[in-house]
């Protein structure tokens, strides 16, 4: 991919993250940490690596994407706004009572959204079952989930581990958003399972690992896919929680972000300046 | 081990009996894991069949329970409670019901059934013992089938990260479960590496050689990480005719037409080891 | 009353085999709990249509939800506790709150599993399932209302639970006609009002004979779906008889005996007496011991509904 689509891709996530912003302010709190961190992998998908049309949603051949680990929710809807399939006026909403972008996505809400997560470790077998279906039907859909790193320890994944490989389901794609925090603290301390990709390749995956903030290598990851045929997708994207505000990088109290006036201030100082560097 | 061998016979003949009795049974589970228990109530565990909750013994947790059968008779082999008492499995009021219960049978450490739950039980039990410093030793046998299920690898994921280095996993891999072969059903691939993936000290063995399996265990005491023995097993060892055939997971009535040869020739060799 | 005596699970089968016929989106999900459970033809006609994936419930849910997601109509077949009990938060969330077109059934339900424990009775599934918002649950009286009510949950938008013990049940009814949320009043009657759901209801058909007999006119009505119940036929038997009796293969607490008492205690307040399995552990044992420890079998009914009616 040529650089400046590159830097397109930069500018349109440091746009995402605007919204993200705008739904903390608009409700007084959010999760910064994790829609921060996988933020970048979402922009590159539906501006790049995923047949969608914001026009169309639900248009049968079209690429699926399923944000398992839910409440980094205000990342998919910033991303889903700023590809256009619905009103950036929604986001204002966000955490009211009926608001069409509540705090877990909710499909039957919004355009976009096509499942509704947000108790940890549904996401894959959902996507199993999405990529079957598409499969029988004869679409080469492809199915792109975002999994946390603490998410991992719930056995369901585990079960749609063994029955993505024995289906060969080479059309489904996980990131996990590996940025090394839980609620409870570094994840390594509260429960350890690393190398996370040798324990996916136990299971007869395909495995790469990726820097997740990095727009080249998460292109260049999309750019290889299927990484082997018949195999599921597995990327472990290494990322920074809160990337793309300073104070909040790896700050486990930013998971769930109360943010007063002057640090808000200062976040969207950060995305104005860096929006403005990129485009120079 | 050549005790260990008679113990597997006996367990092995206890076990048809009482099943054939009752007229139903899982009969194929109940022969594969026979040599494992041999081995764990012939040589490797510690309990005194007068006082099965002695604080000092090892634990067994049979999280595969519907292989009761199999433990019960291990357990009124060395003296837990009478052996005339097998008869009564699955009779109303019975101490002895066909998935292992806690709170019936002495000698049981761990209720079972619903497959995926026992396991994680143990590893709260070696937990506990952790906790207060003992070192108590606790094993939970698994099926393969049972491996399937998503709370098994919740337990091969959390046990290496809480340092419990009296644990044994032992997984009766008999290639079947209920209504097909397993690698057809939802392949396991190769669950050692798969477990050394997960943190484990991991080792294969054949399932059927009490001295293998011995020495396995021994391994996995030295490691210092919990253990995970892959046991090679054949469903329906020891009735030859319904070893490693399709459909031998659970039999009723008239599919225990035979048994009586069976358990005789089962006699024999018995004898011949004496 | 001598009545053919049929396969539940060869009617499973055979029903969404022809209905699969008929819509190509039907297909089926199975936890190592389909070829041998009658699911066999369907396999046979459909194996592109068919998937096992092992002894996973929560996958299964999932991955059915997933299938719904495409437009495909999922059906998932497995012994009661371990569709509803173990994969619970599955069906609340994958299934009801998406809302998505899954069919569930729970098999073995009851104490079909007679041998096997507490750890394979089902019978909490009506009370957990009851508790999910808009899940219609079916639980057919008969072999015949089995292939009706079959076809009618695969022709429903939405997701459904039906629970039947699959052990050979009656063929009671004439013909496979079902209506989702309809009662059936099967017998007229005055004295008292016996409301019976699943394939133990043929106990209570019997009973009513031997309450003819010692003077007591009781109306039956089978009550196949639960939800959404018949409020209709509930408060219509209330005032005409003003005693009702609920009759279940399931816990007295939760089942259709507290749907029941709801519906009284908020249209018309009469005595409900619930005849159920006490909720408790019980030990695993021959079916009909377990049947009459519990006064499901037909003189525990009639014992109860005299001993009722002379209060």
Known sequence: MKVNDINKLKATAAKCRQNVLRMIKANGSGHLGPAYSCIDIVTALYFYGMNVDPQDPSKADRDIFLLSAGHKGMAQYAVLAEAGFFDKSILDTFGQFKSRVPGHPDMHKLPGIEANTGSLGHGLNLA??????????????????????????????????????????????????????????????????????????????????????????????????????????????????????????NQVNYHYWNPSEADMALAEKELEDYLAGVQA | ?????????????????????????????????????????????????????????????????????????????????????????????????????????????????????????????????????????????????????????????????????????????????????????????DMRQKAEDFGWFAVTVDGHDVEAINNAIELCKASGKPGFINLNTIKGKGWPAKEAISNNHAFRGPAFAGVDEVINNLQKELEALN | MKYEMMDAKKIIGETTAEEADLNPNICVVSTDSAPRTGMGKFIEKYPNRYYEVGIMEQAAIGVSAGLAVTGKVPVFCAPAPFVTARPFEMFKIDVGYMHQNVKVIGRNCGFNYSDLGPTHYGLEDIALVRLIPDVVILAPIDASQLRGAMKAMLRYEGPVYLRIGTAPIPKIFNDDEFEIGKGIVVREGKDVAIITTGEISVNVFEAADKLAAAGIDAMVIAMPTIAPIDEEIIVKAAELTGKIVTVEEHFEVGGLGSAVSEVCAKSFQVPVKRIGVPQTYLSSGPYEDLVDYCKLSVEGITETVLEFVAK
């Open chain 1, 128 to 249: 199993c079952g999405i990529a079957l279906g598409k499969r029988q039907d004869g679409y080469g859909s492809k199915v792109f989930v975002i999994t946390g790193d603490g998410e991992l320890a719930e056995g369901s994944n585990w079960e749609a581990a063994a029955i993505a490989a024995h289906y060969k389901l080479d059309n489904l794609v996980v990131f996990v958003d590996h940025n090394g925090l839980q609620i409870s603290g570094q994840t390594k301390d509260v429960m350890s399972f690393e190398p996370i990709a040798s324990h996916f390749a136990g299971f007869g995956w395909a495995t790469k690992e990726i820097r997740g903030n990095d727009m080249d290598e998460i292109v260049a990851a999309i750019d290889q896919l299927p990484f082997e045929k018949g195999k599921p997708n597995l990327i472990v994207a290494n990322t920074i929680k809160g990337c793309g505000f300073s104070k909040a990088e």
């Open chain 2, 1 to 189: 081990m050549n005790d260990i061998k008679k113990l597997a016979l006996e367990i092995r003949i206890e076990a048809l009996k009482m099943m054939n009795h009752y007229g139903f049974g899982h009969v194929g589970g109940v022969l594969s894991v026979a040599d494992a228990i041999a081995v764990l109530y012939g040589k490797q565990m510690k309990y005194d069949p007068k006082n099965p909750k002695w604080d000092g013994r090892d634990y067994l947790v049979l999280s595969k329970g519907h292989c009761g059968p199999a433990l019960y008779s291990a357990l009124a082999i060395k003296g837990f409670f009478p052996r005339e008492e097998l008869l009564t499995m699955n009779k109303l009021g019975t101490r002895l019901p066909s998935h292992v219960d806690k709170n019936k049978t002495p000698g049981i450490d761990m209720t079972a059934g619903s497959l995926g739950q026992g396991v994680s039980c143990a590893l709260g039990i070696a937990l506990g013992l952790k906790l207060q410093k003992k070192d108590n030793m606790v094993y939970a046998i698994i099926g393969d089938g049972e491996a399937q299920e998503g709370q098994v690898w919740e337990t091969l994921m959390i046990a290496p990260n809480k340092g419990v280095k009296n644990f044994i996993v032992m997984l009766d891999n008999n290639k079947q479960q209920l209504d097909d072969f397993t690698d057809n059903i939802s392949p396991l691939r």
